[in-house]
């Protein structure tokens, strides 16, 4: 019986044994897949930093009260208008650097009758930003946040729980908070543990079976209830068999990143593999210490 031989093509990038990845190509591509696994990120407020020696300052304003201008001020009387001192003031965000790695043998690029190059680009991306969305998330859970938690790691997540939740953000956050549909700026991440409690809560079942084209809830998907949108994200703090579920402002937090991942190969002639590491430069701060609240609940 004759032989047959099946011709397979080299995976994209990779010029035959021994020659590099592009760079260029590996790094935007992986920024551009990124933004597909990013949560947090949108929802608080993000920067640039320009640099990896660059840090952030950002300005922290006071706040500026009203009165009644009475009629004592218009005639030039005793009464004048009392102008305050705001205090300001202003929050670094230093860059740190996370990384994920990989070996790609050489025979399996050379024999590989797909895109290899696209797919690990792809999962390099995936990691990066699932980890910097873990760092995020889990923040929430720092001692810069003020608010009491809710909950306890005994507690479901019920309807009185998430009704306290938004109370707490909306009485201490005040204006840093703002919950409306159109131009609110809130948002609730929780864990998939949650799904069954959050779907026996009425108020917001009803909401999300019942809507209708004023509102964005048309699929039955817990996305959006009581003027915030709401995220499920595995990426919560978890701790002692209860998840850290965090509502809060997008004036809660400031996070910044450069513009994309970095990446550099080097061959292995022991392993006839490509050593890959992809890196990324991100820092994060707390802007408004009360502006998240925080319900603990089980996660099993």
Request: charged share 20%; aromatic share 10%; net charge negative.
């Given at each position: 019986m004759a032989a047959t031989?099946?011709?397979?093509?080299?995976?994209?990038?990779?010029a035959g044994a021994g020659q590099p990845f592009n760079v260029d190509e590996w790094t935007a591509f992986m920024e551009v897949a990124a933004r597909d696994f990013r949560v947090t990120a949108p929802l608080v407020r993000e920067f640039k930093f320009k640099g990896p020696a660059d840090q952030?300052?950002?300005p922290i304003l006071g706040t500026v009260t009203a009165a009644d201008f009475t009629q004592a001020m218009e005639e030039g009387n005793?009464?004048?208008?009392?102008?305050?001192?705001?205090t300001s003031n202003t929050k670094a965000i230093t860059p740190s650097m996370s990384y994920a790695a990989l070996k790609l043998a050489q025979r399996e690029i050379d024999h590989s009758t797909?895109?290899?190059?696209?797919?690990?680009?792809?999962?390099?991306?995936?990691?990066?930003?699932?980890?910097?969305?873990?760092?995020?998330?889990?923040y929430f859970q720092n001692a810069a946040f003020t608010n009491t938690q809710l909950g306890s790691t005994t507690s479901n997540y019920t309807e009185p729980l998430i009704l306290s939740q938004f109370q707490s953000v909306v009485t201490n956050a005040k204006s840093k908070a703002?919950?409306?549909?159109?131009?609110?700026?809130?948002?609730?991440?929780?864990h998939s543990a949650q799904i069954d409690d959050l779907f026996g809560i009425q108020i917001l079942t009803n909401a999300s079976i019942t809507s209708n084209d004023q509102t964005p809830l048309v699929t039955g998907e817990f996305v959006a209830a009581l003027g915030f949108k709401a995220y499920m994200s595995d990426n919560?703090?978890?701790?002692g068999g209860a998840a850290y579920n965090p509502l809060f402002s997008k004036e809660?937090?400031?996070?910044?990143?450069?513009?994309?991942?970095?990446m550099r190969q080097q061959f292995l002639p022991d392993n006839i593999a490509w050593a890959i590491v992809a890196w990324q430069e991100f820092g994060y701060v707390a802007l408004n210490a009360t502006a998240s609240t925080i319900v603990i609940a089980k996660s099993t």
């Open positions: 031989i099946i011709a397979s093509t080299i995976a994209s990038g990779s952030l300052n950002i005793a009464a004048t208008i009392a102008y305050s001192m705001p797909y895109d290899l190059e696209e797919g690990w680009q792809d999962e390099l991306a995936e990691a990066l930003a699932q980890f910097e969305d873990q760092k995020l998330i889990q703002r919950f409306n549909r159109r131009n609110g700026n809130a948002s609730l991440v929780y919560v703090y978890v701790s809660a937090l400031a996070m910044a990143r450069l513009y994309k991942p970095k």
